[in-house]
């Protein structure tokens, strides 16, 4: 087990822990606003108004300023940046994929985040982009295996992240993570998922994350690197990400960008601000847009951190709600590639469902990809315990008259059939559903039908049901259990 980091609450993959650092317990799942040492836009003590926890910042920038290095060696970390709570320092590796190299080696960038008392030091990793040749992504991960190796004689009692890289290949990416995992880290981050957030390939980004977590286990504190899209958040922390770091809301806001969890506006186009941050509540768009470059950047910057931990809040409730995959389905039709990450993100159900709650308050049906949560899974697996014999009878009236049966069953879409003992229980029983499914949904529920008369072939079937059940659906019913049409 981690022994510093700890999971106090559960939804989906998503959970509520606590990171222990030597500056202080961080509750996850947070947010990082990354500080550049050399500009600073708002001042790190203050981010903490905002609702940051924990800060990040970039150890080989300081090592290359001559004056910050200094600061950073006499008087430590938390002094030259005037915060002191805890902070993660990267390594220079994204430089390294900017510029093709460093002036400096992994033994060296982890010795100095030691040396300048960083909470958590990130090794020189390589970040492998998105859709390199196969070889190339091997080769690059296995110079980062062995510097992560290396990193661990280096760290002292500093606190180390392990990297996951792998690029856009599943298989090295679960290998890595489980090769990560066995060395043992404090933290594994999943590195180089920038290029594809910037070109919204969520899809390929959750099987990233995913198949990084099959490598991991549920105890490690999984942080998604580079991430801090108000909009993506609680995607990402439903598959299982405790921390993010972000650049955008300043560099967004230098950009005249304004982040909410529906998108991104240009403020030049904001005529109304969608927004009750303090901010927002003081300034007109206009005022915001023509204030000068200084001001106008400070100004989007604050609303934009303030916009990023009020969805952080918000996922943290649901989770603690079970409502997370409600806001989840919410969150994912902001955009259409958002969308498809949603519907990736089902395709994994059956592997979510194991790290699933058993009780949660109401479930909503909120779309077709409802039909495909982890509890209409679990559900059906769980039915598969039951034995049904002599005459079954399958409802979707309580008032049927059951005499004669030696089971009865009811049925509702999404979930199929369920005892009638589950009425008053999660899922089936607090589910709020629509009447006129679409055509997705509809086959779901029918092949979970389907496949529980299916299973049962000591038992004989009478399905029994109202008006809403289409005749081409009822045709199909009738090849296994005898149809009675309750109208
Ligand atoms: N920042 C964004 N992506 C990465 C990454 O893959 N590695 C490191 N060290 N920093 C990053
Ligand atoms: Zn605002």
Redesign the pocket.
């Known amino acids: 087990m981690s022994d510093v980091f700890e999971i106090v609450d559960k939804d989906l993959m998503g959970r509520i822990g606590r990171l222990y650092t030597p500056h202080g317990v961080v509750e996850t799942p947070t947010v990082m606003p990354v500080i550049n040492p050399n500009l600073r836009l708002i001042e790190p003590a203050e981010l903490k108004k905002y609702g940051a926890q924990m800060l990040i910042t970039n150890s080989y920038i300081i090592y290359r300023t001559e004056r910050l290095k200094q600061a950073a060696l006499e008087g430590g970390l938390h002094k030259l940046l005037g915060f002191d709570g805890p902070i993660m320092t990267?390594?220079g590796?994204?430089q390294l994929s900017v510029y093709g190299s460093v002036e400096i080696d992994n033994p060296g960038i982890v010795s100095f985040e030691r040396d300048i008392g960083t909470d958590i030091g990130?090794p020189l990793?390589i970040?492998t982009p998105p859709d390199v040749p196969y070889g190339q992504a091997r080769e690059e991960l296995e110079t980062t295996l062995a510097r992560m190796a290396e990193a661990k004689s280096y760290a002292g009692k500093m606190l180390l992240a392990g990297?996951v890289?792998g690029s856009t290949f599943l298989d090295l990416r679960e290998e890595a993570a489980r090769r990560a995992y066995e060395t043992g880290f404090d933290v594994y981050?999943l590195?180089?998922?920038?290029p594809l957030m910037e070109s919204y390939r969520y899809a390929d980004l959750v099987d990233i994350i995913v198949h990084s977590k099959m490598g991991l286990r549920p105890d490690a504190a999984v942080h998604l690197?580079?991430a801090g899209h108000p909009m993506m958040l609680a995607l990402a922390v439903a598959l299982g990400c405790d921390l993010f770091d972000s650049a955008a809301y300043a560099l967004y806001a230098k950009d005249g960008r304004y982040m909410t969890v529906d998108g991104t506006y240009h403020i030049g186009r904001l005529q109304h601000l969608p927004c009750a941050c303090p901010v927002c509540t003081a300034h007109s768009a206009r005022a915001i847009a023509e204030a000068d470059e200084t001001t106008r950047t400070r100004l989007l910057a604050e609303h934009n951190l303030y916009a990023t931990f009020a969805e952080i809040r918000l996922i943290k409730q649901s989770i603690l709600d079970g409502d997370l995959m409600e806001l989840v389905e919410r969150r994912c039709r902001a955009h259409p590639r958002m969308l498809s990450g949603l519907k990736r993100m089902m395709d994994y159900a059956p592997y979510i469902e194991k790290f699933d709650r058993a009780s949660k308050s109401t479930f909503f049906y909120l779309g077709p990809e409802s039909a495909r949560r982890p509890e209409v899974l679990r559900h059906n697996r769980l039915l598969q315990n039951l034995t049904v014999t002599g005459n079954a009878l399958i409802t979707t009236r309580k008032d049927t008259d059951t005499a004669g049966f030696d089971h009865v069953f009811g049925v509702r879409m999404p979930f199929g059939v369920f005892p009638e003992e589950l009425n008053e229980t999660y899922p089936v029983g607090h589910s709020e559903t629509i009447s006129d499914f679409g055509p997705e949904a509809r086959d779901l529920t029918l092949g979970h039908v389907l496949s529980f008369i299916r299973s049962r072939p000591g038992a004989a079937f009478t399905f029994a049901c109202d008006r809403k059940w289409e005749s081409s659906v009822l045709e199909e019913i009738a090849k296994v259990a005898q149809v009675k049409k309750l109208y």
Request: net charge negative; hydrophobic share 40%.
């Open positions: 990267d390594s590796s994204f990130v990793d970040p990297p890289q981050p590195g180089a998922v920038v690197f580079g």
